[in-house]
């Protein structure tokens, strides 16, 4: 076999497609990410749900948008190779791409929902526990964040038919192991919203009356499911619910 006819070899052609394609999805990722740092991108999606979480990811927007735009040469790359060489019947796998592309968007449309609405989880969850001056308080809303994300690659994943019986499987031990874990880590936090139930229906002390727990007094400024504040010369003291059991308590009356 001469050079000529070697060369113009089906495989050979698709071998030079794939190198070719590769190289120029790298260049154009490349390109792609300076053209966008330099019109200013990053500045414009500074804060933004997607950018928190691709940050917290340790990438970002500019650097995810880049990577798609090589990894869509790549992919026409891959298809134009194996159409070239041959290794499929043509008609019948074209159909398959074809079929394939729209399941493919409304999965990526999926992931990047997933993002927005982990962020958004992630931040109300915050919001909510601010007031909890417990420090394993501080993990839940990243759970959160981090489980919403999970579901939406498993959505993602089901939906351009990747088999996901195994990542369910792997859902349902995550979930008993945060709830076991969760009860023993979170014991406090427990203890202080059931007593902090109690204390929103019995209603032994109220805002405005001056108490005593163990040995610090204040006038109540709020009570709440985990915590009560109260004030004593200018000084707030935030005050887990569980202390109301464990300590003694006593309303002072004038």
Do not use: C
């Not at 990577?67 to 398959?96: C, E, K, M, N, P």
């Not at 079929?99 to 915050?126: H, N, W, Y």
């Not at 088999?163 to 709830?179: E, F, K, N, R, S």
Request: hydrophobic letters at 50%; glycine letters at 8%.
């Amino acid at each position: 076999m001469d050079w000529q006819t070697f060369l113009n070899e089906p495989a050979v052609i698709a071998a030079a497609v794939l190198a070719l394609g590769f190289v120029v999805g790298y260049l154009v990722g490349r390109l792609n990410q300076e053209l966008l740092s330099a019109s200013g991108v990053p500045e414009a999606v500074e804060g933004t749900p997607f950018e928190r979480t691709a940050q917290s990811l340790g990438t970002s927007t500019v650097e995810i948008v880049a990577r798609l735009s090589s990894w869509f040469i790549y992919g026409i790359a891959v298809l134009t190779a194996i159409h070239i060489a041959q290794l499929l019947d043509t008609d019948q796998f074209w159909f398959r791409i074809t079929e394939f592309i729209p399941q493919v968007f409304i999965g990526v449309l999926v992931v990047i929902l997933g993002f927005i609405v982990a962020d958004k989880a992630e931040l109300i969850v915050s919001e909510y526990l601010r007031s909890v001056k417990l420090p394993e308080v501080a993990i839940i809303p990243k759970l959160v964040k981090y489980t919403v994300l999970y579901v939406a690659f498993l959505i993602a994943l089901g939906q351009i038919g990747v088999y996901i019986q195994p990542l369910l499987i792997l859902l349902l031990v995550y979930t008993a192991g945060v709830i076991i874990v969760g009860a023993i880590a979170f014991k406090d936090f427990l203890v202080s919203s059931a007593a902090g139930i109690y204390l929103l229906l019995n209603q032994p002390y109220g805002i405005g009356d001056e108490i005593r727990i163990g040995d610090q007094t204040g006038i109540v400024q709020e009570v709440d499911l985990f915590v009560t504040k109260v004030e004593n010369n200018g000084e707030e003291y935030i005050i887990p619910n569980r202390r109301v059991f464990d300590d003694e308590i006593a309303r002072v009356r004038e």
